[in-house]
């Protein structure tokens, strides 16, 4: 069985980091894609970033570049999520999710881990 | 910046056939993937590849795309459709993941 565990959220303060993981199984993780999806309360979806199965490969969305940044370790079938200098407006759920096999779409997620950011 | 429209809400009685449109510039030239989120839950895939259907989703969905307009189509509406439904692209311009902004289901 496919499952993917998130974990790391909390409270945090304005301007504070945050590392996210989510623990993979049931799966060969090192032949998929990874990918992290926020949720603002209330809100849609938001893509965060994508990284290739080897991890060789990043995208980020625009406006998150520079602050957050993904990573994987494929022996511990892991997936990071690195949170800095955090906003308010970076207050959301966060869900890892497996990209499906070449076709681009999120076929597993996590069940989400909620960052919140507030003084 | 490439965007994905989608109807707010959309509103069928239960046995009706919901329709959930999602539009884009030139959309049917790309595959469109579609997600079910129930109140509090994560997203579930439904359609992936305009009309593919993972593994456990009801024969009750289906998904086309064409032109400008990608369609989820729930025939046979149930209550436990009632749901947030998101479609999704690759955007191959930018390398971006991209979300439509979600239509919410309810079921008279």
């Known amino acids: 069985e496919v499952q993917l565990v998130e974990s790391g959220g909390g409270l945090v303060r304005p301007g504070g980091s945050l590392r996210l993981s989510c623990a993979v199984s049931?799966?060969?993780?090192?032949?998929?894609?990874m990918n992290w999806v926020r949720q603002i309360p209330g809100k849609g979806l938001e893509w965060v970033s994508s990284?290739?199965?080897?991890?060789?490969?990043?995208y980020y969305a625009d406006s998150l570049k520079g602050r957050f940044t993904i990573s994987r370790d494929n022996a511990g079938n892991s997936l990071y999520l690195y949170l800095n200098s955090l906003r308010v407006e970076d207050t959301a759920v966060y869900y890892c999710?497996?990209?499906?096999?070449?076709?681009?779409?999120?076929?597993?997620w996590g069940q989400g881990t909620l960052v919140t950011v507030s003084s | 910046s490439y965007v994905l429209t989608q109807p707010p809400s959309v509103s069928v009685a239960p046995g009706e056939t919901a329709t959930i449109t999602c539009g884009g510039n030139?959309?049917?030239?790309?595959?469109v993937h579609w997600y079910q989120q129930k109140s509090g839950q994560a997203p579930v895939m439904v359609m992936y590849?305009?009309?593919d259907r993972p593994s456990g989703i009801p024969e009750r969905f289906s998904g086309s795309n064409s032109g400008n307009t990608a369609t989820l189509t729930i025939s046979g509406v149930e209550a436990g459709d009632e749901a947030d439904y998101y479609c999704?692209?690759?955007?191959?311009?930018?390398?971006?993941?991209?979300f439509g902004g979600g239509t919410k289901l309810t079921v008279l």
């Open positions: 999710g497996r990209t499906k096999s070449s076709s681009g779409g999120i076929d597993f």
């Open positions: 049931g799966f060969t993780y090192s032949s998929y894609s």
């Open positions: 990284i290739s199965y080897s991890g060789d490969t990043i």
């Open positions: 030139n959309i049917g030239s790309t595959g």
């Open positions: 590849l305009d009309s």
């Open positions: 999704q692209v690759w955007d191959r311009s930018s390398d971006h993941v991209l």
